[in-house]
């Protein structure tokens, strides 16, 4: 998976971006709806499970979604230390969503009644769970790759860079990392 570049990660990005966006707006109104108590309306329905379920699909849909917004300047810039914000984002919104994936899970097992925009949350859980695996997946291919500069030392950094102190304006009169001697 060496050669995993723009080219896969930014369709997936596109793609679960808008999974995300669409699991916010459905969850958010299941959750309101649970709350207010409708849950004989048709649409919501629910068992045990789906209170918690509700709260996880939300947190895993916003999660998510900020951290396409990672993946978005990664994707911009293609750069190594970009690649690590957007990796460790990703990895996290994908834990979140693999919660909120086992308790779909636990929910369609339970069985009961549920509203089709319940059934249609679940649904875009469970496909979530496994475009964002790819979508780590890919981004942590190039963690393990050199298309990103450099990495004996450099972490996607133009070779004139230098480290710290030298020639570079955000930190002078650092160190570099030498004894000091007095």
């Keep these: 998976m060496a050669g995993v570049g723009r080219n896969m990660v930014a369709p997936l990005l596109v793609l679960n971006l808008i999974m995300y966006v669409i699991v916010i707006g459905f969850a958010s109104w299941n959750l309101n709806h649970f709350i207010n108590g409708l849950t004989n309306r048709p ?78 949350l679940e649904a875009f859980v469970i496909i979530l769970a496994f475009t964002q695996l790819l979508y780590v997946l890919a981004l942590h291919s190039g963690l393990f790759g050199n298309q990103f500069g450099n990495h004996a030392g450099g972490g996607g950094y133009p070779a004139e860079h230098g480290g710290y102190g030298a020639g570079d304006p955000h930190n002078k009169g650092m160190a570099t990392g030498g004894v000091a001697r007095v």
Excluded: M, P, Q
């Design 43 to 120: 649409g919501v329905g629910g068992n045990g499970a789906t209170f918690y379920f509700l709260v996880f699909a939300i947190l895993a849909g916003v999660v998510g979604a900020a951290s396409k917004l990672a993946g978005v300047h990664h994707v911009r810039t293609w750069r190594g230390d970009s690649l690590a914000t957007s990796a460790s984002s990703s990895l996290v919104a994908w834990a979140i969503t693999a919660l909120a994936f086992g308790l779909a899970c636990k929910e369609i097992h339970i069985g009961g009644y549920r509203g089709w925009r319940l059934r249609v």
